[in-house]
């Protein structure tokens, strides 16, 4: 004698192979599926997600731009590497008309940063979220001393490059795509 289950009473299977966790309910491709959805927030999270974090390339591209612009500025003897720096650290607070508190690279690229208590950025939450990428203009500022300034800008240098990779790392490797800076500063990068 069989008895009969309703769907909401089915039993959700899983994989076979033991290292996929994912229910077979979650495997669904085509929208109407004939197995029953496993959870409709998720989805709608995750498709609010998708819509307003932008593709790690564009992120990249738009770094690029900004170190670029940078190291063409740093070749100003004695005052590039100062107005680079301060480039770096204000780059997503400023209120120029043209860039709308972003860096030239997320304006050219179509990101902007986003603070989580709602504010509009400042120049104070741009240096909280960006000090680590003017260590480099700081660096090539010390090694302009005489003697000395090498000596003393190979630690900052190798510092700044570590801190640097960390960064770029928590990108690649979080879903939320948050560099450390995001979370000193408690912002994010979205699609403008």
């Known amino acids: 004698m069989r008895v009969a289950t309703s769907v909401r009473n089915r039993p959700r299977f899983t994989h076979p192979h033991t290292h996929l966790r994912r229910p077979i309910n979650d495997l669904c491709i085509n929208p109407p599926c004939s197995v ?22 564009t992120r990249f591209l738009a770094i690029l731009i900004d170190s670029v612009l940078t190291m063409l500025v740093s070749w100003i003897p004695v005052l590039g590497p100062l107005l680079g720096a301060g480039y770096f650290l204000v780059r997503d607070g400023l209120t120029l008309d043209f860039m709308n508190q972003r860096s030239i690279g997320k304006h050219v690229m179509g ?40 000596l003393l800008a190979l630690p900052i240098s190798l510092a700044a490059l570590a801190i640097g990779l960390y960064e770029g790392y928590r990108v690649l490797t979080r879903s939320d795509q948050k560099r450390w800076g995001d979370d000193m500063a408690r912002t994010t990068v979205v699609k403008a």
């Open 111 to 150: 990101l902007k940063v986003k603070r989580a208590d709602g504010q509009a950025m400042d120049i104070e939450t741009s240096a909280k979220r960006n000090w680590m990428f003017a260590i480099g203009g700081v660096t090539a500022l010390v090694a302009e001393i005489p003697l000395l300034g090498w």
């Open 36 to 57: 029953m959805p496993t959870s409709s927030s998720s989805t709608s999270e995750h498709a609010a997600a998708s819509t307003t974090q932008p593709e790690k390339m």
